[in-house]
């Protein structure tokens, strides 16, 4: 097994790697030269020598995520790997679902700048494939967004701090200060609140760095704003509320954080195949450029929080309305509703659209009421808005666990997933004037019965799954961030 430096030098071939080579030009797979800090040496590596420079670098992070659990997504599937062994067990002769996910979305990285077009999109499913045109307005993004070598060092750091949240020694090593703030502990949370109080070495290292606070920056942001569930409305306009407030004149912070969840999205298929950046195809990366503009416009003050998250779902709505389903309104509390379940379960053909919409209008009227009313909260000063933590997830096991069933049993699957969903959202709904809150409630506790074979027989052994204490709402002590 490889020996992985844990000292303070550890990064030092990293560092070395990232140097601009000013002399020499070197021409990119496809032809044209690399640029700026696509001189660097690091962007020409091999992608095995790249593995071998993150174990180096990043040892005592990448040890901490062998303790992080999978994700709901996760599977037992057979990874594959172009190059033998997946990186985890290139490293430490294990397979470990999150090293994976991190060190491919690293690589992706080095497959952007280097202008790799074939590596980025190599195993993407030919009719989602991610668009030459869109690699390369993304390649643009990133080159204009790294200055230096020591930005692209940062970005690093970002994306291997990213999930250290979810190790759980982590928040056991918080769990004094994370009484300080109103908002529950998300694994977010937990790597900003570590990092501003010192429990993280290699934040605590860039401290000397020009990018340590753009760092910071990104992690308090990403403590209240998760990208991701604006990008799926898995979480409520109240999530966006403090966007200006945070992130007003921080221009390179934001896009440091926006790269940031890039790489995390690109990698996070890494634990089934380490080839390529297999989640970041055509309709997931104009979603989330997307929500990027919404982002941007609630700090330019454009737009507010409600309208910047519109932007969102009338995208979604577009989508659709090209795809040949009919036309929905954001206005429309009931087609709102829809749009939030749309895009929350990541649909984007007609098809699947249509079995969206027909589970939610087979809903008894109770239900029916209860996903409408709490989709309807925004979390400002209308009373409590709930995020359903890994709702997106359940839909994608959902769907996969029927995808040999018939129309009938998809559609009876997931009008089961719904009414679960209704009992997360029971007893929710606006109080204007009322204080906004955001409270997250994980429903991951779903995944095991959503992946039965028993869910696929009979979709209605959903309802006899009790929903534990911890993902039931109850009112925060303190409001604030």
Same mark, same amino acid.
């Given at each position: 097994?490889?020996?992985?430096?844990?000292?303070?030098?550890?990064?030092?071939?990293?560092?070395?790697?990232?140097?601009?080579?000013?002399?020499?030009?070197?021409?990119?797979?496809?032809?044209?030269?690399?640029?700026?800090?696509?001189?660097?040496?690091?962007?020409?590596?091999?992608?095995?020598?790249?593995?071998?420079?993150?174990?180096?670098?990043?040892?005592?992070?990448?040890?901490?995520?062998?303790?992080?659990?999978?994700?709901?997504?996760?599977?037992?599937?057979?990874?594959?790997?172009?190059?033998?062994?997946?990186?985890?067990?290139?490293?430490?002769?294990?397979?470990?679902?999150?090293? &994976?996910?991190?060190?491919?979305?690293?690589?992706?990285?080095?497959?952007?700048?280097?202008?790799?077009?074939?590596?980025?999109?190599?195993?993407?499913?030919?009719?989602?494939?991610?668009?030459?045109?869109?690699?390369?307005?993304?390649?643009?993004?990133?080159?204009?967004?790294?200055?230096?070598?020591?930005?692209?060092?940062?970005?690093?750091?970002?994306?291997?701090?990213?999930?250290?949240?979810?190790?759980?020694?982590?928040?056991?090593?918080?769990?004094?200060?994370?009484?300080?703030?109103?908002?529950?502990?998300?694994?977010?949370?937990?790597?900003?609140?570590?990092?501003?109080?010192?429990?993280?070495?290699?934040?605590?290292?860039?401290?000397?760095?020009?990018?340590?606070?753009?760092?910071?920056?990104?992690?308090?942001?990403?403590?209240?704003?998760?990208?991701?569930?604006?990008?799926?409305?898995?979480?409520?306009?109240?999530?966006?509320?403090?966007?200006?407030?945070?992130?007003?004149?921080?221009?390179?912070?934001?896009?440091?954080?926006?790269?940031?969840?890039?790489?995390?999205?690109?990698?996070?298929?890494?634990?089934?195949?380490?080839?390529?950046?297999?989640?970041?195809?055509?309709?997931?990366?104009?979603?989330?450029?997307?929500?990027?503009?919404?982002?941007?416009?609630?700090?330019?003050?454009?737009?507010?929080?409600?309208?910047?998250?519109?932007?969102?779902?009338?995208?979604?709505?577009?989508?659709?309305?090209?795809?040949?389903?009919?036309?929905?309104?954001?206005?429309?509390?009931?087609?709102?509703?829809?749009?939030?379940?749309?895009?929350?379960?990541?649909?984007?053909?007609?098809?699947?659209?249509?079995?969206?919409?027909?589970?939610?209008?087979?809903?008894?009227?109770?239900?029916?009421?209860?996903?409408? &009313?709490?989709?309807?909260?925004?979390?400002?000063?209308?009373?409590?808005?709930?995020?359903?933590?890994?709702?997106?997830?359940?839909?994608?096991?959902?769907?996969?666990?029927?995808?040999?069933?018939?129309?009938?049993?998809?559609?009876?699957?997931?009008?089961?997933?719904?009414?679960?969903?209704?009992?997360?959202?029971?007893?929710?709904?606006?109080?204007?004037?009322?204080?906004?809150?955001?409270?997250?409630?994980?429903?991951?506790?779903?995944?095991?019965?959503?992946?039965?074979?028993?869910?696929?027989?009979?979709?209605?052994?959903?309802?006899?799954?009790?929903?534990?204490?911890?993902?039931?709402?109850?009112?925060?002590?303190?409001?604030?961030?």
């Amino acid at each position: 097994m490889f020996d992985l430096p844990h000292g303070l030098d550890r990064t030092k071939a990293l560092r070395e790697s990232l140097r601009l080579d000013t002399k020499n030009v070197v021409a990119q797979p496809h032809g044209s030269p690399l640029r700026g800090v696509g001189r660097a040496e690091f962007f020409t590596l091999n992608d095995l020598d790249a593995v071998w420079l993150f174990g180096a670098a990043f040892a005592p992070e990448l040890s901490s995520l062998q303790n992080a659990a999978p994700t709901v997504e996760s599977s037992p599937i057979k990874t594959i790997d172009e190059f033998g062994p997946f990186p985890s067990q290139r490293l430490y002769d294990e397979d470990y679902a999150e090293v &994976n996910r991190t060190i491919v979305g690293m690589l992706a990285l080095k497959w952007l700048i280097s202008g790799d077009y074939e590596a980025f999109t190599g195993q993407q499913a030919p009719s989602a494939q991610l668009h030459r045109a869109s690699f390369d307005r993304l390649r643009k993004l990133f080159m204009e967004g790294l200055d230096t070598e020591d930005d692209v060092y940062a970005l690093l750091v970002a994306t291997v701090v990213n999930d250290l949240g979810k190790d759980p020694q982590l928040p056991v090593k918080v769990a004094d200060f994370l009484q300080d703030y109103a908002s529950q502990p998300n694994h977010d949370l937990v790597v900003y609140v570590a990092a501003k109080h010192g429990i993280l070495p290699l934040i605590n290292e860039a401290k000397d760095t020009p990018s340590y606070e753009k760092l910071m920056q990104g992690l308090l942001f990403g403590s209240e704003v998760n990208i991701a569930q604006l990008a799926q409305a898995e979480s409520p306009p109240g999530t966006l509320k403090h966007v200006k407030q945070i992130m007003a004149g921080q221009d390179h912070a934001f896009t440091l954080k926006f790269m940031e969840l890039i790489l995390d999205v690109a990698g996070a298929d890494g634990h089934h195949d380490a080839r390529c950046a297999k989640p970041m195809i055509e309709p997931v990366f104009q979603g989330y450029m997307v929500a990027r503009q919404a982002l941007m416009d609630i700090v330019q003050d454009k737009s507010s929080a409600r309208e910047g998250y519109d932007q969102v779902l009338a995208h979604r709505a577009n989508l659709l309305k090209d795809e040949g389903f009919h036309a929905l309104s954001v206005q429309d509390p009931c087609e709102r509703a829809l749009l939030r379940l749309l895009t929350m379960s990541r649909t984007t053909g007609k098809e699947q659209a249509y079995w969206i919409r027909q589970a939610f209008l087979n809903l008894g009227s109770s239900e029916f009421l209860a996903i409408t &009313n709490g989709l309807k909260v925004d979390g400002i000063d209308d009373g409590v808005a709930i995020t359903p933590y890994y709702m997106p997830a359940l839909f994608s096991e959902t769907l996969k666990t029927t995808r040999s069933c018939p129309t009938e049993t998809k559609i009876a699957a997931l009008t089961s997933l719904m009414r679960f969903l209704s009992r997360i959202f029971a007893g929710m709904r606006p109080i204007p004037g009322a204080p906004g809150v955001v409270v997250e409630c994980s429903v991951a506790f779903a995944q095991d019965m959503v992946k039965s074979e028993a869910f696929r027989d009979n979709p209605d052994i959903l309802d006899t799954l009790e929903i534990p204490e911890a993902s039931r709402y109850s009112p925060p002590e303190k409001v604030g961030f």
